[in-house]
């Protein structure tokens, strides 16, 4: 029996994860028995010092397709942390499993999912670190419109796009001599939502602001500008 690991990596707590939602579709559409499924939740791998048995697990893996918010157009700092201890730990084992199947699935707020392009790039490279084999990307923009609004008539298409990218995981896990895919992206075509987007985003900044005792000018100040400090040699 093949193992595949669904590495969900959203560092919230008690908010609901869109990532982990994902993954959970993702693997509804793995359904064979020649596979078993395993879910680690990274931020509670890291809390519970749970980091061993879940490396284990991972190390035993045929399959892992990780799942992920975009933070600050990367991955969150808990993944590159739990990455960057897996690679240790993988280099430490004397019979490192080889022929690992790698995806990604990363989704942003952002309507554009090309803007997750360079978070897939990093779990390309940790792919090559550990010997895997990645396979391709799933690029997912407006994440939370994904779950919180699947059902509403403009999100049919990008819906059915996404289940139609959980398929292609699952046809390709089990095709051993398949072509590696190009990533697959997925927006949100909706011009209303790009504007409350973008809207919502500035008037988050601006609650932050004043909670930090200060003003929304402000935002707008640059204490490092040589052209309004000339004082500060670079």
Request: contains cysteine.
């Amino acid at each position: 029996m093949r193992n595949i690991v669904l590495v969900s990596a959203s560092p919230k707590i008690n908010e609901k994860s869109v990532s982990k939602e994902l993954l959970v579709m993702a693997g509804s559409h793995i359904i064979s028995d020649l596979f078993s499924k395993v879910f680690i939740d990274v931020r509670k791998s890291i809390l519970t010092k749970n980091l061993a048995k879940d490396f284990e697990t991972l190390a035993k893996a045929d399959v892992l397709i990780f799942s992920f918010p975009l933070y600050y157009f990367c991955m969150p700092g808990i993944l590159t942390r739990f990455l960057a201890d897996y690679h240790n730990y993988f280099n430490s084992r004397e019979n490192a499993k080889k022929q690992v199947k790698v995806y990604a699935m990363v989704n942003c707020g952002f309507p554009e999912p090309e803007i997750n392009l360079e978070a897939v790039r990093v779990i390309k490279s940790f792919s090559q670190h550990i010997n895997a084999e990645f396979r391709f990307g799933i690029l997912i923009g407006g994440g939370s419109m994904m779950i919180e609004a699947k059902e509403a008539p403009f999100m049919k298409k990008p819906i059915l796009k996404l289940k139609s990218a959980f398929s292609s995981i699952a046809a390709d896990i089990q095709h051993e001599d398949s072509t590696t895919m190009d990533s697959i992206y997925i927006g949100v075509d909706f011009p209303l939502y790009r504007r409350v987007y973008h809207y919502m985003g500035g008037r988050g900044w601006i609650t932050l602001a004043r909670k930090n005792g200060l003003k929304k000018k402000d935002l707008y100040k640059k204490p490092y500008c040589l052209k309004t400090h000339p004082h500060i040699t670079l």
